[in-house]
């Protein structure tokens, strides 16, 4: 039974256990039956987040989690994983020292002890593995207790895939190079995760893992990595030419959901209620695949007869057509069509301005460009039939903290359609998603919770004060992962103080999570957030505001407020 229950905002629960083992047996109590309406269900150190389809299915199930009884005992029908080492980390010998033994003495430890797969990292692959008595048991004997390794008080801006560490009571591989504040002990060859294996990830959750020593040095080899490719388009098949991209254009859909515990979170779109409209205005399915486009910049060319849409920013959107023999057609040169010439005085093209969130088309030779957007920063590019890719664990979104989906577009790449486009163009033009102020504050609205007492005084919470009351500014290294904000140099020091010190296990997150670190400088987790995190997460943004709050341009001031998840009224 779960110690607290906890919302982590409109769609998710986050259950609260003393000991891994209670963790993984109310994990696999959920994975064997779901609850109804369960997304997923992702275990962490001491937590396991469960989300949920409708905000109706959470609050049924807030009661029904209270009420499960599980019992820590074996790891289930996980596969036996061995993964061979070489002890050669850099870390290894004043570890040994640190922990009181020998360097040979960490290493047969290492070696000796039963290890279980307790849930998915901050990477795809990255799988945190516990002793077994930890897995297994809720009371351990003296002689169980395990290691406590401290992490390194400043991470390393590198380390290679393929190190084994240790960090807390944990140990695993780093499936690819990336920042990492562990131990490093050794190296392995194991590849942890391969998209071309029909299970990507090595160690699952439930696996029982045994280490190796092996003498000779082992070369690391990465798997050959298909999520980067675009599917080969057939010159015939091609409908769409990349020109250029400006600062970022990505494919993207509605995601993976359902995958963080695999350590893949959902991705896509930053601003879906955009990219729905867009699919809806030319005809396709919601989930279809569109451009996501970042400050603009976007040109692009078409080789048949198209039928497009763009949503999101305020921007101007321009058709250029090459100079032709006479041509009169309203839905060719659109309103207020003008002439370029060159210095010569021969026509060369005729523009035409085309409008946002309506459908319109385009014709073969025909150029589209998006300009600067004056309100907003992402724009969505749809067009009927829908862009075609390699889907990757079912989606063609590109991920970028997990290196997930097609690379960035680029100039010069090419696109056909899923399906046959409607040769329909409609009229009317829909009203706008919500986009973040021009001048003055955007309200961003967001539900307390669920580590909000962590921030909390004896009658008060000057945490949740500060976060309500203070103006923050979007920061320049904001991006699809999080919004940075800073209150400025005005503010107290820490701008969000919390009550708690201690350093919190690391528990998974949710899209709209506002975490803040030791700084008091808050996050806001976008599309592309960790699957977990070590930072308490003070409030959660309601769904209703997160394609807002990813239009967000550096700079924006925001103002956030309290409200109720069911009404959205204030509290």
Known sequence: MPEAVRAAGQRALLADFTTPAEVLAFHRQ????????????????RTVLVVFRTRHHTQEAAKQLRRIRTRPGGVGEGREVEIRVHYDG????????????????????????????????????????????????????KAEQPFQV????????????????????FSAVYPRSSPGGWQLIGTTDAV????????????????????????EQITVTAAPDPARRRSYVPAGDVVVDVLST????????????????????????????????????????????????LFGGLELGVRHISVLAVTGAETSLQVATPAAPETSNMALNGTGAA??????????????????RAPFLMYPGERLRLGVPQRGIRNYVAFSGGLAADAV???????????????????????????????????????????????????????????????????????????????????????????????GEDAPAPAIPRNHTEELPSEPMVRGAIQVPGSGDPVLFLADHPVTGGYPVI?????????????????????????????????
Not at 32 to 42: H, I, N
Not at 339 to 356: D, I, Y
């Open 30 to 45: 959920l994975i064997s039956k779901p609850l109804a309406g369960q997304v997923e269900a992702v275990p962490a150190a």
């Open 393 to 487: 664990l079912g989606s063609v979104a590109t991920d970028l903290l997990s290196g997930l989906g097609p690379a960035p577009v680029s100039a010069g790449d090419t696109f056909a359609l899923v399906g046959v486009p409607s040769g329909f163009v409609g009229i009317a033009d829909v009203a706008r998603t919500p986009l973040p102020e021009v001048e003055g504050r955007t309200r961003l609205r967001f539900v307390a919770g669920p580590r909000d007492e962590w921030f909390a005084g004896r009658h008060s919470n000057p945490g949740l004060d500060a976060l309500r009351s203070l103006t923050w500014t979007v920061t320049e290294d904001s991006n699809r992962i999080g919004l940075r904000l800073s209150a």
């Open 246 to 293: 400006g600062p970022q254009t990505l494919l993207q859909d509605l995601g993976r959901p359902g995958r963080s515990g695999l350590g893949v979170p959902r991705s896509g779109a930053a601003d879906v209620p955009a990219l729905r409209q867009a699919n809806e205005l030319v005809g396709n399915d919601d989930s279809a695949a569109g451009l996501e486009v």
């Open 339 to 356: 002439q370029r010439s060159e210095a010569g005085g021969q026509e060369t093209e005729r523009v035409r301005e085309v409008p946002l």
């Open 150 to 169: 401290p992490r390194l008080s400043s991470p390393r801006t590198e380390v290679p895939a393929g190190t084994v560490a240790l960090a807390g009571e």
């Open 90 to 141: 850099a870390d290894l010998e004043t570890l040994a020292e640190h922990l009181g033994m020998s360097r040979q003495g960490l290493i047969d430890w290492h070696t000796s002890t039963s290890w279980v797969g307790g849930f998915a990292g901050f990477a795809p692959g990255f799988t945190y593995c516990l002793p077994e008595a930890v897995a297994t048991r809720r009371r351990l004997r």
């Open 539 to 571: 409030g959660v943004v309601v769904r209703e505001d997160l394609g807002l709050a990813a239009q967000l341009p550096p700079g924006a001031e925001v103002r956030f407020q309290a409200v109720d998840p069911d009404t959205l009224e204030p509290v």
């Open 192 to 215: 942890m995760w391969d998209l071309n294996r029909p299970e990507p990830v090595l160690i699952r959750p439930g696996d029982s893992v045994s280490y190796v020593p092996v003498a």
